[in-house]
């Protein structure tokens, strides 16, 4: 009757030990180690442990959506000194919007999915160049309408979502507007992009490169007061995000080549 009653209990412990409840509960530690990573700009950590994460629950919609951000972030950082290189970097970025499809289709209810997808593919448009790819350029800016008509993920997730949207304005108008219009891309106004701007920083007022793109745009339409006050809010910013060593740079140097303006 012991060895019995220790193997049903051998057995108990594994049942409990193997529940969906007791995984779920380990893939939630995970996504918990790559917030970490995330803030610490380790992003090769964060994958690492993201594919662990998949293969446990690969369509949980926080790993799907968190793999899409940090494809994007490394490919950020990649070499594209050849054209291999290049390739390389391309190549990650389709990766991350293969996950931002993926949460989409996973969750269609959240603004998530849709902002990961607009920002992947805003990060293809640059790279291939807005004339050879304006269907994508369409695509972002209604995929980032449609995070910010579902209204979901708070004041963060919504303030990066203005703000895509002011950028994909701003990148794209910037362009010849007859040539524009011809591609179906006429709607994109540097206007607009101020606007959206605004919004973003009313959403969260914490983040170095909404100051630094909205002041471009302002000088754009010569507002240089206005700009060299964002500017200088730049620069009183905390780092939160791996590029903003580098917009503080250009707020610094943009400051400077404006200052008799």
Do not use: C
């Not at 390389?88 to 902002?115: C, H, M, P, R, W």
């Not at 909404?210 to 206005?226: M, P, Q, W």
């Amino acid at each position: 009757m012991k060895q019995i009653s220790k193997s049903l209990l051998a057995i108990f412990l594994v049942l409990i030990l193997t529940s969906p409840k007791m995984f779920s509960q380990s893939v939630d530690q995970m996504i918990d180690e790559v917030d970490e990573y995330y803030k610490q700009f380790n992003n090769e950590k964060a994958l690492d442990v993201l594919k662990k994460a998949e293969k446990a629950e690969p369509n949980n919609f926080e790993v799907i959506w968190r793999m899409s951000r940090t494809l994007v972030d490394i490919a950020e950082k990649m070499p594209t000194s050849t054209s291999q290189q290049e390739d390389a970097q391309i190549a990650t970025y389709q990766k991350a919007l293969e996950y931002a499809d993926k949460a989409v289709k996973t969750n269609s209810s959240s603004s998530l999915g849709f902002l990961r997808r607009a920002i992947a593919n805003g990060k293809i448009a640059l790279f291939k160049g807005v004339f050879s790819v304006a269907g994508v350029v369409n695509s972002v800016r209604a995929d980032v309408e449609k995070a910010i008509a579902l209204n979901t993920g708070g004041n963060f997730i919504q303030g990066v979502a203005h703000y895509v949207l002011a950028r994909t304005h701003a990148k794209t108008s910037d362009k010849w507007k007859p040539a524009r219009a011809v591609l179906g891309l006429g709607w994109a106004d540097n206007e607009i992009a101020i606007t959206e701007y605004k919004k973003a920083i009313q959403l969260y007022p914490n983040y170095v490169m909404f100051y630094v793109d909205y002041a471009n745009s302002l000088i754009r339409e010569d507002d240089y007061k206005t700009a060299r006050e964002m500017l200088n809010k730049a620069l009183k910013t905390p780092i939160a995000h791996q590029d903003d060593e580098k917009r503080l740079a250009e707020a610094k140097k943009t400051l400077n080549d404006i200052k008799d303006e």
